[in-house]
């Protein structure tokens, strides 16, 4: 499978021979899964959507036409999942905790998702705090540093797959990571 | 040499350069003063600890991908059995035409693109909404189905519910009484299709917002 770049293997692929599909899922799979996880907070949710994506760009592969780059459009695909699924979490985290049977209010079950990610996901302590002060950060800036500094996209990329100028990248990449020292400064990281 | 103190996007757009270029700070920039240097070292910081979530990743990989082929194969045999069999304008025909009989079938006037004829009307001027189901027995399931489509019930009688709901409700409640889960991908998709093909007046807007009055009732 690894005589073909990756344009070779997504013109073999629209062209029906979709085994090479794998080659594509295990190239990008990581990050795609960091980028949801970042943006979604939580393993499962994370990994799910991962899968959801992949499948998604399976489906629409016939409608690349190469235009930008692959990753770029993969990007597109992942953040737009990611924002749709952060709207139905926040909805989520609304539903009462109560259900009503009968006549009689019964508490529903609340469960930590927390609960068993150490065995998941190796986390340090500086990690999780950088995960935390991460998630707090404005959209915007968060999915800039993702970007950035965790995929290290180059700034042309990233503008292509946020479709902001260039200038506007650096400047959004320039608050984001003062904004980040600044909470952990504040939580004795630095 | 006078020192000279760089803003924190400065200093920030000095680590990209500096990281590509793999050099230290005070060789690209002699002119930087102390507290700039501090001010550096922890954006450094910040982005090395940032780095770090580049060690996450998907536990059981193996599963992940073979979860993940098989459920994109899947959604390739179900597009090959309907579309990609045949070329796409007889694709569309077929898709416009199933889009039009379920139309038809459902009482709503469904008007072409090209000559705008309400090739329903005659079913519509006699208009009666009936919803056929299979199984009649569990009268509260479907009654949550008719309320979770805006629909409002007005009678119960022995085998028959009557309710009310606007058209677009009447339909996507029909569907979802009536076929089969794949049935249901097919209809959304030709449904779509015809919509976006549409040019947005295919359908009048007005018909479709109408309240119907409507029965449910056990097919025979």
Known sequence: MSEYNEEEMIKLIQEGKTEYYETIIKKYQDRVFRYAYSKLGNYDDAL???QDIFVSVFRSLKNFRGESKFSTWLYSI????????????????VVSLFRRDENEEVELPIIDEREGIEEKVELSNTFEIAKEELQKLPDDYRE????????????EEIADILKISLSNVKVRIHRGRTMLKQRLHNRGLL | MKKKRYTCEQLSEMYDIICAKSDSLKKLYPDVCDESVKEFEQIEKTVEIVKQMQNLSIS??????????????SSKRFKHSIINKISLPAAAAIILLVGALSYNAYNIPVITPNNSLNIASEVVSEASYIIKVSDFSDMNKIKLAVLEHGGVIINESDGRLTAKSKITNYITLKRDLTLSEEDKIFYNRSRNLLL?????????SDYIDQTIIFDIVLSE
């Open chain 2, 60 to 73: 059981d990989i193996d599963n992940f991908i073979s979860s993940t082929i098989t459920k994109c194969e």
């Open chain 1, 48 to 50: 799910e959507a991962s």
């Open chain 2, 196 to 204: 976006a093909g549409s040019n947005s007046n295919v359908y009048s």
């Open chain 1, 144 to 155: 800039i540093l993702i970007l950035r500094d965790i995929e290290e996209y180059s700034y």
């Open chain 1, 78 to 93: 992942t953040s737009n999942y990611c924002k749709n699924a952060k709207r139905k979490q926040r909805r989520m985290n």
